[in-house]
């Protein structure tokens, strides 16, 4: 079973919507979560980093929040726009290493106009 | 350039070939990261660099798969006698030493007919 588990796979949405991903991890001791955007075809860009301490960040639209004791993570999307069509992909770091991230499988997202 | 470069971005060979990746970091960075991503997966590590040593190399999934790294800038990633299995994106990425944020290359889309 995957250390780091995406909600839901895949989502279309219409242009102007909101909507949230969800993230749940088992990793443990836990240090951060971080929230990836995959556009296709290039790699993976940060869009937030988030420490046990922190419940919320945002970053423009994208707002995370943090739930530490349910090991549960969100990232809002709000009035979504074509160009935030991509992959988004959650990420914690090994418990035995800060930089053997573990990635999620990615909740793929479909912005219609 | 500003970013992490990858080429060649699309790779098509024969099994039983041998094939290399190659990784531009960003100037400067001293760790240098490869992962694989598989059609609808999370990334998976591959290997570390910090310098020109890989104190980590335990995600290589068997002997064909090598890397190096030279002047603490390039570095390619050599997988010999290639399967189809190995079918993937491969995805550099670079950091500083210390650092938590990881920066991401394009990727190369590697297909083994």
């Known amino acids: 079973k995957n250390q780091v588990e995406q909600s839901p796979q895949s989502l279309i949405i219409l242009e102007g919507k909101n909507c949230t991903l969800q993230c749940n991890y088992t990793v443990s001791p836990f240090s951060n979560l971080r929230w990836y955007k995959q556009d296709t075809g290039r790699g993976p860009v940060s869009l937030t980093i988030?420490?046990?301490?922190?419940n919320t960040k945002s970053n423009g639209r994208y707002t995370a929040t943090l739930d530490a004791d349910t090991k549960q993570s969100s990232l809002h999307i709000t009035a979504s726009q074509l160009s935030d069509s991509a992959s988004y992909i959650c990420?914690?770091?090994?418990?035995?290493?800060?930089?053997?991230?573990?990635f999620g499988s990615g909740t793929r997202l479909l912005v219609r106009p | 350039g500003a970013g992490v470069s990858q080429s060649p971005s699309n790779k098509v060979t024969e099994k039983g070939k041998d094939v290399e990746l190659r990784c531009d970091p960003i100037?400067?960075?001293?760790?240098l990261y490869w992962y694989r991503q598989r059609l609808g997966q999370g990334l998976e590590f591959l290997i570390y660099?910090?310098?020109?040593?890989?104190?980590?190399k335990s995600g290589l999934p068997s002997d064909r798969f090598s890397a190096e790294r030279t002047g603490e800038s390039v570095s390619t990633l050599t997988i010999q006698r290639t399967q189809q299995e190995d079918s993937a994106v491969y995805l550099c990425?670079?950091?500083?030493?210390?650092?938590?944020?990881?920066?991401f290359g394009p990727g190369t889309r590697l297909t083994v007919t």
């Open positions: 988030m420490t046990f301490s922190e």
């Open positions: 990420v914690v770091p090994r418990m035995d290493s800060s930089y053997k991230l573990i």
């Open positions: 660099f910090q310098g020109n040593s890989a104190p980590d």
């Open positions: 990425a670079s950091g500083t030493l210390g650092g938590s944020e990881q920066y």
């Open positions: 100037s400067g960075h001293t760790a």
